[in-house]
């Protein structure tokens, strides 16, 4: 068993699996389904977009000589628990993908496996026996609806709840017309009886304020019997796939598709580093990385943040190089979207940083590529930074001319950006029509974007080292706040000259850690560390304001309206632990104590939250007041990419030493922290 695998799971806990296409499978480690998005098999017919929800669960039920035992478990309107299959679980375990362990009243004893192949757009579900004292038969309901992820499933007359016998002894469902059929193999038996199943009832999603409860339909019932041997059932979505199924029945199948996964996973690391496989995705004929699970999609700042953790931290060289290749031709009067064109939908490019970061992470790339020559092909390496060097050549034109949103290079050398009614840094949460914290003006962590990329730039033209230069003094002159001992947030507020927003904010952390050159140093860049440590450091994240703000709010809770004004006031954030944890060790110097003691304060706290929210993931956020719950996505992927930063890369200890293992990484700990 993996360190971070509880035999009993914190509640509310949840597991993931992803099929690289831009699908999923996700759901409780224990109990009922929580989220809308809870589901067995999620596929994207555009990967990795054009999600439909195509069955949501199952109802399963054991019967042994001595009676019938629920082993699932569902929630209905108005809070009733039905039936209490939970009761039964004794234990479960994420790696290498979930599985559940049931002991029935008579003393039998199931097991029950689930993985996503990579490259396939379904799922594998096997169940068996490892004691019993007569005949074991399984029987299962599938669950149905064929909705968008986001919305909400009602009986309708539309349905077709028809069940069509294939010549293999495949099953096949087509609710809608427009949906994509699910194929059913297995190696049970078939009975016909379509039922609907009514109110079902989602906690979560009446927390956050959503509708919470919906209709499903039962199109009949399979039965395996376990006695035998193992039940196998693979439900797959007539979806885009990038490998077809192995030859052979449904238990050969799955048997091959278990051993194919299994090799695959132990070849890609250790529990983190197959924890990041699960973002990345199939664009097109490229790749992608999805920013989380289960309501992101592909996004331009998340990509490229992410990407340093979860690709180039991991070597992963060929697909980071991918991936980015796959963005530079997007750039348009320099900026870059903020995610990708969808079918029918025009480009978002409403981001000042992602280009940036775009810059940032190319250049990473090409010192990754020039430190391990052989980890791609010289031609591939070349065709790459070739095309990496042009779109970065195009960002740094577009924005030292000037481009959209008053995105410009001031004549102090610094970047201004916005205009009203913009939102253009990460800081872009929107609550009843209006900006929740507008940054328009000078940011602080845009202009350590700016200069690293100015410097990433200067090999391709020394005027970018030439403008980093004057723009270094300018932020050295205009942004430090003397009196609170760090620097201003924003410097010449909406355009007017001289006028700053002292409002203390993580974004600055970013002079000092997580990018490749450092603004500040000395007393100043040691004063601000102190500073963000002592106002806005929490366990595992980084507060956006301290508590004694007016404007801080102390939980991530409440309706859509409440969520986003709470965003950035006073969240906290993981991903942002990462450049605070390098910014920490700098002004320390670096030293093998320094990086010891920021293994157990800062990474540590991490890889607690692995036991949490989004099982072997780490949330999207925190809330800013004890116990920090985990809020937000559960599996995000610059949260883990940063964690893996820290890992791999910003606290590994230089070689040729012994390194001191962070709890955790050889036993598991108890977690604390709760779901919402």
């Given at each position: 068993m993996s360190p971070h695998d509880p035999q009993v799971p914190s509640p509310g806990a949840e597991w993931l699996e992803a099929d690289g296409l831009g699908g999923w499978a996700m759901g409780p480690a224990a109990g009922a389904r929580r989220r809308r998005y809870d589901a067995l098999l999620v596929a994207a017919t555009r990967p990795p977009v054009g999600r439909l929800l195509l069955v949501n669960g199952l109802e399963v039920v054991a019967r042994t000589p001595a009676g019938s035992f629920a082993l699932s478990t569902q929630r209905y309107a108005p809070d009733v628990t039905?039936?209490?299959?939970?009761?039964?679980?004794?234990?479960?375990?994420?790696?290498?993908?979930?599985?559940?362990?049931?002991?029935?009243?008579?003393?039998?004893?199931?097991?029950?496996?689930?993985?996503?192949?990579?490259?396939?757009?379904?799922?594998?579900?096997?169940?068996?026996?490892?004691?019993?004292?007569?005949?074991?038969?399984?029987?299962?309901?599938?669950?149905?609806?064929?909705?968008?992820p986001h919305a909400l499933h009602a009986q309708n007359s539309a349905f077709r709840c028809a069940t069509q016998r294939l010549p293999d002894g495949a099953l096949r469902w087509q609710p809608y017309d427009g949906v994509p059929a699910v194929r059913a193999l297995h190696d049970g038996a078939w009975r016909d009886e379509p039922l609907w199943f009514r109110n079902f009832q989602y906690d979560v999603e009446r927390e956050r304020g959503f509708p919470c409860t919906?209709?499903?339909?039962?199109?009949?019932?399979?039965?395996?019997?376990?006695?035998?041997?193992?039940?196998?059932?693979?439900?797959?979505?007539?979806?885009?796939?990038?490998?077809?199924?192995?030859?052979g029945d449904a238990r050969a199948i799955a048997d091959t598709l278990c051993a194919e996964e299994a090799a695959r996973r132990a070849a890609l690391g250790g529990p983190l580093e197959r924890a990041a496989d699960a973002y990345l995705v199939r664009r097109g004929a490229g790749l992608s990385l999805v920013a989380g699970y289960p309501w992101f999609t592909d996004w331009g700042r998340d990509t490229f943040i992410s990407l340093r953790g979860l690709l180039l931290a991991t070597g992963r060289l060929q697909e980071a190089g991918r991936i980015l290749s796959a963005w530079a031709p997007h750039v348009r009067d320099g900026l870059l979207p903020n995610r990708f064109v969808d079918e029918g939908e025009e480009p978002e490019f409403n981001s000042v940083d992602a280009a940036l970061w775009f810059v940032v992470a190319a250049r990473e790339w090409r010192e990754a590529a020039a430190a391990r020559p052989h980890a791609l092909p010289g031609a591939d390496r070349a065709r790459i930074a070739a095309r990496l060097d042009e779109a970065t050549a195009r960002i740094l034109s577009g924005y030292a001319a000037g481009t959209r949103h008053g995105i410009r290079a001031d004549a102090d050398g610094l970047l201004a950006c916005g205009a009203p009614g913009t939102q253009l840094t990460w800081m872009d949460a929107r609550s009843r029509g209006r900006e929740v914290t507008p940054r328009v003006g000078k940011p602080v962590e845009v202009q350590a974007l700016w200069?690293?990329?100015?410097?990433?730039?200067?090999?391709?033209?020394?005027?970018?080292?030439?403008?980093?230069?004057?723009?270094?003094?300018?932020?050295?002159?205009?942004?430090?706040?003397?009196?609170?001992?760090?620097?201003?947030?924003?410097?010449?507020?909406?355009?007017?000259?001289?006028?700053?927003?002292?409002?203390?904010?993580?974004?600055?952390?970013?002079?000092?850690?997580?990018?490749?050159?450092?603004?500040?140093?000395?007393?100043?860049?040691?004063?601000?560390?102190?500073?963000?440590?002592?106002e806005l450091l929490v366990p595992g994240a980084l507060r956006t304001l301290p508590?004694?703000?007016?404007?801080?709010?102390?939980?991530?809770?409440?309706?859509?309206?409440?969520r986003d004004a709470a965003y950035h006031q006073g969240t906290a954030w993981p991903w942002l632990l990462g450049p605070f944890a390098e910014a920490w060790l700098r002004v320390r110097g670096g030293t093998a104590a320094a990086r010891r003691e920021a293994r157990e304060r800062f990474l540590q706290?991490?890889?607690?939250?692995?036991?949490?929210?989004?099982?072997?993931?780490?949330?999207?956020?925190?809330?800013?007041?004890?116990?920090?719950?985990?809020?937000?996505?559960?599996?995000?992927?610059?949260?883990?990419?940063?964690?893996?930063?820290?890992?791999?890369?910003?606290?590994?200890?230089?070689?040729?030493?012994?390194?001191?293992?962070?709890r955790g990484s050889g036993r598991r700990r108890r977690a604390t922290a709760t779901r919402s």
């Open positions: 039905h039936p209490d299959g939970e009761l039964r679980q004794a234990a479960f375990r994420r790696e290498p993908w979930p599985c559940w362990t049931f002991v029935l009243e008579d003393g039998t004893r199931l097991v029950h496996e689930l993985l996503v192949p990579r490259g396939l757009p379904g799922v594998l579900l096997r169940w068996r026996v490892e004691r019993a004292a007569g005949p074991v038969t399984l029987h299962l309901r599938p669950l149905l609806s064929g909705r968008d919906e209709v499903l339909a039962s199109p009949g019932e399979l039965s395996f019997d376990l006695t035998a041997g193992q039940g196998a059932l693979l439900l797959l979505a007539e979806t885009p796939a990038d490998r077809a199924l192995p030859a200069i690293n990329a100015l410097l990433a730039g200067a090999h391709l033209d020394p005027r970018w080292a030439a403008l980093a230069r004057r723009a270094r003094r300018s932020f050295a002159a205009r942004f430090w706040n003397a009196g609170a001992q760090c620097l201003f947030d924003v410097v010449d507020v909406d355009h007017v000259p001289g006028r700053v927003d002292a409002t203390l904010r993580p974004n600055q952390v970013l002079a000092v850690g997580g990018l490749p050159e450092p603004l500040l140093a000395g007393a100043r860049a040691r004063a601000l560390v102190d500073t963000l440590e002592r508590p004694g703000h007016a404007d801080y709010v102390p939980h991530y809770l409440g309706g859509p309206d409440e706290p991490l890889l607690d939250l692995l036991d949490t929210d989004g099982l072997g993931h780490v949330s999207e956020l925190l809330d800013a007041d004890a116990p920090h719950a985990p809020r937000g996505a559960p599996f995000q992927a610059w949260s883990l990419g940063e964690t893996l930063r820290l890992q791999r890369v910003v606290l590994a200890e230089p070689a040729g030493t012994r390194p001191t293992a962070p």
